[in-house]
């Protein structure tokens, strides 16, 4: 499981040091997971190791939400005075990432359904 680990955190400080280096607006463990994603996509496999190791960080996710829990607790006064802005972003990010998802399906299967329509 060690070695997974190692593997994930080599793909996140990657993912820093691209940010770092670019000064993009993308932050580095989000493109520390896309190398990841190409890396799977490519090797067209998962090591034991790496799955292993995210099946671990997994099954304890709720823990990695503590730390945002305790941010909102301490800064729940300031957020109060924006709870309007707060709400809004919340529902209109929820709204766009459902609408994305839809049409992304309804294009894929679309695909999908040409396709086999195409194979005799």
Known sequence: M?????????F???GEVVAH?????????VLGMVLLLIFLVV???????IAQAADSLLANLSVFF????????LYA??????????TLAIIL??????????LCLR?????????????P
């Open 12 to 14: 996140q400080s990657t």
């Open 107 to 119: 294009w894929l299967l679309s695909r999908t359904q040409k396709s086999a329509s195409k194979i």
């Open 2 to 10: 060690l070695k997974g680990i190692a593997i994930l955190l080599v």
């Open 66 to 73: 503590i730390p945002a829990a305790v941010g909102v607790m």
């Open 93 to 102: 990010s929820t709204i766009a990432a459902i609408t994305t998802t839809a």
């Open 21 to 29: 280096f670019t000064q993009g607006v993308v932050p580095g463990p």
């Open 43 to 49: 090797r067209k496999n998962i090591e034991p190791a």
């Open 77 to 86: 006064s300031s957020l109060q005075q924006s709870v309007l802005a707060w």
